[in-house]
């Protein structure tokens, strides 16, 4: 049973793939025939997909080995030191745990799409479903590739589908900009990471995750130097591999949204909500994590890039929270959210905190998923007007929405029992164990708790002004109402929001000594050299505690759930009264500066038309003045010697007859002199 | 036996003969006869070679050059035609139109 269910992988993303087939055919040639404008098919795909991945994962569970490992040589390698490339399959706990989220967002958001696309009569259904399949297809890809270059291919594509989802409402001014905003942020974070690959390939002749011909393998015996391998710019191993995992990391900065190739995800907003939830929850941005939670082995032996990673993503959390408070839009506040979350992993990679950046990963699909569509159930509600400030009192108007919402932004914010908070706390204990050693990761780990208060802050005063209060507008006093497809995915990951995070319980199970720790468990039941407990012998952290470990534990929590409760407080105080005020207002020019998102923007745009742009046209006079310069002057001499020697073509012929003969003497006379005749 | 230098010698000559027709001459008829001079003084060379090797290759080549030139004349004649015909004359220096 379990080797069927590894035989049927490729399956998982075959199907959004058939799927994507079908609404762009069928939407070109028959679109009558198209049930629901290619929702139907892409649902039963995507379902499919669901049920194939929890299969899978069954199947990891159960099996010894656990792991399903397969490759296609697409080319061959010749000569000496050849490599051949692969495409494989690779099913590991990691692995089939992403599977599993992202077709079950996958199907949530389709269903969704019922409700959002179709119910609201929007034109041009076969293309958005046709995008919605090849995304789920790519990303599903990504997640079981079994090599870096495949595992490149997938993600290229994730982004090419970005572009396509984002810029869906290609008629209007704002969404082709985002889209192609979108494309080239992430686009120029992918180059760092092409030449990473080709860098991988050309030190270790290989780029499998796993096995032991795999790069994290090799790496680690080159680093004890149990082997060698083949270093470049006069660097030791130790540095060069650090380069290597700073130039893949340049992808992973820009798609999964860390500062600076942040700025592309707010404008990303621009797409149909429910692109937003796939974008957020599932695929493109949670590629960039899962790529270094993939790839693991490898980062765990190289102390600066995780100290660069911690740091990065500590950061980016405490940034884009802040920029969160003022926004006034809806999916603005949840786009700094994202960015901030996807902090939080990050930091929680870096801090040497594995399984709980993979559990924060998890339970952050659901719970932002989750916002984003509820976001969407408010958008239908208000004639899709996205203004906070136009909202209010729709508590009492859509009660499922709501329920479903507050269970979301309570795991957002962090607060006891919801998913997010026993992710979050985790992520922020790892860096603060680790970080007792390590000034760096300390100050990290402040950032994060900082963000904290901020997270709790920004999401109450969404919560508040949406759906709380006096109504402020005519459309919020009656709004429009919404069906079931909007109310089933929300229900479902309204439940998934508040229980996921009872899989890893960590602090409950210090306390009681109870074994509540199954993520940990789950994590470390793959082959050997992927597990949680193999990453944690490589990591370079020493781990100090505050009193006991049960002290620290307990301390961490406590710290991070009051800053959570304050902030969350604070904006309650502030914003669920009848009639708010903009309270961020006495914030002064921090308020503008924050709006502004910290101009981050326009110094990018600076660097675009101040810098390149004058460097471009620089290149393009010397490549217009000196490269084309000796082409075209090669041209006309050519020419203008033609238009000289045509002339001896006078038309008599005696003239030829007298040119041929003239020729053949001269030929005989230099033949003569070289040959010696005379 | 008369030596291979004296028909080498008589074949330089046509040939020399007919290179200054063509060179002087105005008439396309007489270009004609001066091609065909040019060309026998080559097949005198075949030949005379031929005998020289005893080795009959060279007269069945010269045979071919012949033919060549029977052809090659039945092309002249035509041209020389259509040389009349549109310039009522067969002098080839006012038949320049052809040129860049």
């Known amino acids: ?678 | 036996m008369v030596p291979v230098q004296y028909y080498l010698l008589v074949s330089a000559a046509v040939f020399c003969i007919g290179v200054f027709g063509i060179l002087t001459r105005r008439n396309a008829l007489v270009f004609l006869m001066s091609v065909e001079l040019m060309l026998n003084a080559a097949n005198i060379n075949l030949v005379a070679f031929s005998r020289f090797h005893g080795n009959l290759t060279g007269q069945m080549f010269s045979l071919f050059t012949l033919a060549v030139a029977a052809a090659e004349v039945a092309i002249g004649i035509g041209i020389i035609l259509v040389l009349y015909r549109n310039f009522a004359d067969v002098d080839v220096t006012n038949a320049t139109t052809m040129r860049w």
């Not at chain 1, 709380?468 to 089933?488: C, E, F, I, S």
């Not at chain 1, 899989?503 to 082959?527: K, R």
């Not at chain 1, 020493?542 to 307990?554: A, D, P, Y």
Request: hydrophobic share 55%; net charge negative.
């Open chain 1, 1 to 678: 049973m379990a080797a069927l269910s590894f035989e049927l992988a490729p399956v998982i993303a075959a199907l959004p793939f058939v799927s994507f087939l079908i609404a762009l055919l069928a939407g070109a040639f028959a679109p009558r025939l198209l049930p629901k404008g290619g929702a139907i098919p892409g649902i039963a795909a995507t379902a499919g997909s669901l049920l194939l991945s929890a299969w899978a994962a069954l199947a990891v569970w159960n099996s010894s080995e656990g792991v399903y490992h397969e490759s296609i040589t697409w080319v061959a390698g010749v000569g000496d030191a050849a490599f051949d490339l692969h495409f494989g399959i690779l099913l590991d706990p990691l692995s089939t745990m992403m599977l599993v989220i992202v077709s079950l967002v996958a199907v949530l958001v389709h269903v969704f799409s019922l409700g959002y696309m179709n119910d609201e009569g929007e034109t041009g259904l076969p293309r958005y479903y046709a995008g919605l399949g090849l995304f789920t297809a790519s990303m599903l890809s990504f997640v079981f590739a079994s090599n870096l270059l495949m595992a490149f291919m997938f993600f290229e594509l994730v982004g090419l589908c970005s572009w396509l989802l984002i810029g869906f409402h290609f008629r209007e001014p704002g969404p082709p900009s985002a889209a192609k905003k979108a494309f080239l942020v992430t686009r120029f974070g992918d180059y760092f990471f092409l030449v990473g690959v080709v860098g991988v390939f050309a030190t270790f002749g290989t780029t499998a995750f796993a096995g032991s011909e795999s790069f994290p393998h090799l790496a680690e015996q080159v680093l004890a130097g149990e082997a060698s391998a083949t270093t470049f710019l006069g660097l030791d191993p130790q540095a060069w591999f650090a380069v290597l995992g700073l130039l893949v990391l340049g992808g992973v900065v820009g798609k999964s949204a860390q500062y600076p190739l942040h700025t592309w995800l707010p404008d990303a907003m621009e797409g149909p909500t429910p692109v937003s939830a796939l974008i957020h929850a599932a695929t493109m941005v949670a590629a960039g994590v899962y790529l270094v939670a993939r790839m693991y082995g490898f980062y765990a032996l190289l102390p600066q890039v995780l100290a660069f990673i911690a740091f990065v993503g500590g950061f980016t959390a405490l940034f884009a929270a802040s920029m969160g408070v003022v926004k006034k839009e809806l999916k603005q506040v949840l786009a700094y959210s994202t960015i901030s979350q996807y902090g939080y992993m990050m930091l929680g990679l870096g801090a040497g905190g594995y399984v709980a950046a993979t559990f924060h990963l998890m339970t952050h699909a659901f719970f932002k998923a989750l916002l984003f569509l509820g976001a969407g159930s408010v958008i239908i509600a208000m004639h899709h007007n996205e203004n906070m400030w136009d909202m209010g009192g729709l508590k009492e108007k859509m009660p499922v929405t709501y329920y479903a919402f507050l269970s979301g932004s309570l795991a957002l914010a962090g607060i006891v029992p919801f998913s997010g908070f026993w992710s979050k706390d985790e992520v922020l204990y790892e860096a603060l164990v680790h970080g007792l050693d390590s000034p760096l990761l300390l100050g990290a780990y402040a950032m994060g708790l900082l963000a904290v208060f901020f997270t709790g802050f920004y999401t109450f005063r969404m919560v508040a002004l949406t759906f709380h209060g006096d109504p402020r507008t005519d459309t919020a006093r009656d709004p429009h109402g919404v069906g079931w497809n909007v109310k089933l995915p929300l229900v479902v990951l309204g439940t998934l929001a508040a229980v996921a995070g009872l899989v890893n319980m960590v602090p409950v199970a210090e306390l009681t000594g109870a074994h509540l720790e199954f993520l940990h468990d789950w994590l470390d039941a793959g082959p050997e050299a992927l597990t949680a407990h193999h990453y944690g012998d490589l990591l370079p952290y020493s781990s100090g505690t505050i009193g006991t470990e049960l002290t620290t534990v307990l301390l961490s929590a406590g710290v991070s759930l009051g800053l959570a409760l304050a902030g969350a407080g604070l904006a309650w105080k502030l914003y669920a009264v009848a009639d708010p005020d903009e309270h961020t207002d006495k914030l002064g020019s921090a308020k503008t500066v924050l709006f502004n998102n910290y101009y981050q923007d326009e110094y990018q745009v600076w660097i675009a038309t101040g810098l390149t742009l004058p460097l471009a046209r620089a290149a393009d006079k010397f490549d217009q003045g000196v490269i084309d310069g000796v082409v075209n002057g090669v041209s006309s001499v050519s020419l203008l010697s033609g238009s000289r020697v045509k002339r001896i073509q006078s038309g008599v012929v005696t003239n030829y007859a007298f040119l041929l003969t003239a020729s053949l003497v001269v030929l005989l006379v230099a033949i003569g002199l070289i040959g010696g005749w005379f």
